[in-house]
């Protein structure tokens, strides 16, 4: 079992940066492929950004690359997503997920583990 639990969420201008962070806890976190994921109203859930074990392999989706940066620190069982010049579009809740048995994918049916999510909201 993994619990996560994400912080960093709010309310933010557009233009304006957020940190999202994802505590893990449970089982070894360098065991886990991480990834975030977003959902708006209406919506359904894609992948934003996923990263390997190591931390050596990332992915992103291709409406956040060059704005958002998915890391991890092992050390304290943390990911992290930083998200800068947001709009109005990323407005959305944000759940990170892991995944175990794997060392990284970008398959939403493969993550195991989910957060309740983050709230970010953007106002143009």
């Known amino acids: 079992q993994v619990q996560l639990v994400e912080s960093g969420g709010g309310l933010v201008q557009a233009g304006g940066s957020l940190r999202l962070s994802c505590a893990a806890s449970?089982?070894?976190?360098?065991?886990?492929?991480m990834g975030w994921f977003r959902q708006a109203p209406g919506k359904e859930r894609d992948l934003v950004a996923a990263?390997?074990?190591?931390?050596?392999?990332?992915y992103y989706a291709d409406s956040v690359k060059g704005r958002f940066t998915i890391s991890r620190d092992n050390a304290k069982n943390t990911v992290y997503l930083q998200m800068n010049s947001l709009e109005p579009e990323h407005t959305a809740l944000y759940c990170c997920?892991?995944?175990?048995?794997?060392?990284?994918?970008?398959?939403?049916?493969?993550?195991?583990?989910w957060g309740q999510g983050a709230q970010v909201t953007v106002s143009s």
């Open positions: 997920a892991a995944a175990s048995g794997i060392a990284y994918t970008t398959v939403l049916r493969r993550y195991d583990y």
């Open positions: 449970g089982r070894t976190f360098s065991n886990v492929a």
């Open positions: 990263i390997s074990r190591s931390g050596s392999d990332t």
